[in-house]
């Protein structure tokens, strides 16, 4: 089956310790729950991705486990610890922002080597501690300068970087006092489109060589999908689904995260019985089993697993209300008894034929109905410019 995103993350799976832990974290602000009941645990060295739409908690639930915020109610873990009222400095975690809080009268070198100027470390010959030497900083920060890519810049003023070197500055200085964790909220979210990529394989580039666990947040989807071993999609305060990009992509749990990742048609369905649904008035075989006998059901199917036939071959039958060419493929948005599919397909159709649609039983995914059923799934008001005009609004708040 081609696939709309291309997955990169590792997806490893993570049998290490878990170092954070969130149980039952819930969190009101004026009255108003914006995180109800999330538990979740990260294991060492994870690359975990917090995804969602803007204002589902993902920066509330990051300033929780950073210390900036408390829970009402709930638990936070580090390690076997409970650090609940532990303070931000005496975490082992440090965060970047969206905006880099750089030090804007201090030079790259500076800026990198501030937070070893704070540090004190264990004094060799007698009781007591010390500051770093001005030999052991330049190490230091000669190191993390390499490994952002930045060498030969220490003497720079940070307000002649670039955004992505700026960005880079920020994450040296983040990682030079070697914490457990490294909290990223929406860091590459000022950036155009091009460096943003660039950014996102340097980021997991670092992760990877210095093995530290990452707790990112993105609205990006396609961001979450290529760099994460483990995505949480969050809504309305609450986790819709943990797991892996592919799993997360192929087997949605519900008509929120199917909508969310990727473009999906949702249909509502009825499992007639294990590997058995019947939808848009056909029935068909699946591969999904373990619901009641006749449960309503929401069903999945994405655009490029529709498989586009002469209309006496199709399992459906619809009408072309409209075609677009995308280079790869042509997206293709078709009538099938009032409800509109999009197909993705590298065959052209003329608009207003009369086509068949072909499902093989593997692009088919069963879901539970939930209270985001019936909210998604038509691409009836589908267009192009509304799309962009909606990802033009979103880009506007960041
Ligand atoms: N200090 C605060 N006081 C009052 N309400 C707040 C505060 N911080 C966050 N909220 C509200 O809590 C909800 C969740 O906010 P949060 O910043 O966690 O969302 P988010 O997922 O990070 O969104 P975005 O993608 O826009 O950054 C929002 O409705 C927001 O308005
Ligand atoms: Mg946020």
Known sequence: ??????????????????????????????????????????????????????????????????????????????????????????????????????????????????????????????????????????????????????????????????????????????????????????????????????????????QQAIGITFVYVTHDQEEALSMSDTVVVMADGEIQQIGTPTDIYNEPKNAFVADFIGESNIIDGIMLEDKQVKFAGHVFECLDGGFDKNEPVDVVVRPEDVDVVPPDKGMLRGQVTGVTFKGVHYEIIVDIKGFKWMIQSTDYVEPDENIGLYIEPDAIHVMKKSKYSGKFGDYSSFSDEIDQLSNADTAEEF
Not at 64 to 74: L, P, Q, R, S, T
Not at 82 to 109: C, G, M, W
């Open 1 to 206: 089956m081609a696939k709309l995103v291309e997955i990169k993350g590792t997806s490893k799976s993570y049998d290490g310790a878990k170092v954070i832990e969130l149980k039952n974290i819930s969190k009101s602000y004026d009255g108003e729950r914006v995180l109800d009941s999330v538990s979740l645990y990260i294991r060492d060295g994870e690359f975990v991705t917090l995804l969602g739409p803007s204002g589902c908690g993902k920066t509330t639930t990051l300033r929780i486990i950073g210390g900036f915020e408390m829970a009402d109610e709930g638990e936070l873990y580090f390690g076997d610890t409970e650090i609940s009222d532990v303070p931000a400095h005496k975490r082992q975690v440090n965060t970047v922002f969206q905006k880099y809080a750089l030090f804007p009268h201090l030079n790259v070198y500076e800026n990198i080597a501030f937070p070893l100027r704070l540090k004190k470390v264990p004094a060799d010959t007698k009781r007591g501690t010390r500051k770093l030497t001005e030999d052991e900083i330049r190490d230091r920060v000669t190191e993390m300068l390499a490994m952002v890519a930045l060498s030969g810049f220490e003497n720079k003023s940070v307000s002649t970087l670039s955004g992505g070197q700026q960005q880079r500055v920020a994450i040296a200085r983040a990682l030079i006092s070697h914490p457990k964790v490294l909290l990223l909220d929406e860091p590459l979210g000022a950036l155009d489109l091009k460096l943003r990529k660039d950014m996102q394989n340097e980021l997991k580039a670092i």
